[in-house]
């Protein structure tokens, strides 16, 4: 069970929470959280529509407004996930300023359509996926930053 764990219910477990902790933020009770504490052995910080205390500074984030964050895992893996307002798609461009200036090397940026855009960045310590994305109050920059 232990390799199984390691390799498989892991990470699968982290990309679940990635997705789903955003949604459940406002739970009082999140079910999810003790699930995913339960199976990866770390500590699950659903912060609202805060950025988790322990986010690392050395991923600018936009300065908009925080629609919600999270974080997931342990020292051995952590996975943080913070969506802020920005005003437009283009607000990507900004972005992958801030993260090459702060040391990032973007990867990959793109847009598949008018109302959205993905940014790839990889640091030594850090990698950070952004998409942007349109919504019903504006537009949204939703960051994914793994440790490595």
Same mark, same amino acid.
């Given at each position: ?36 504490? #339960? ?14 205390? #322990? ?80 919504? #019903? ?12």
């Amino acid at each position: 069970m232990t390799r199984f764990r390691t390799r498989t219910l892991i990470p699968l477990t982290l990309g679940l929470a990635v997705l789903t902790l955003p949604l459940l933020a406002g739970c009082a009770n999140n079910p999810v959280t003790g699930f995913v504490r #339960d199976v990866t052995g770390g500590t699950v910080d659903v912060g609202g529509t805060s950025v988790p205390q #322990d986010f690392p500074s050395a991923v600018p984030l936009f300065d908009g407004t925080v629609v919600s964050g999270s974080g997931v895992g342990g020292e051995g893996a952590k996975v943080w996930n913070v969506s802020v307002r920005v005003p437009t798609v283009d607000s990507v461009n900004d972005i992958a300023s801030a993260l090459t200036a702060a040391g990032f090397s973007n990867k990959f940026q793109g847009s598949a359509t008018p109302d959205a855009a993905t940014l790839v960045s990889d640091a030594p310590a850090y990698s950070v996926v952004v998409n942007v994305v349109q919504d #019903d109050g504006g537009f949204v920059a939703n960051y994914t930053v793994t440790k490595k």
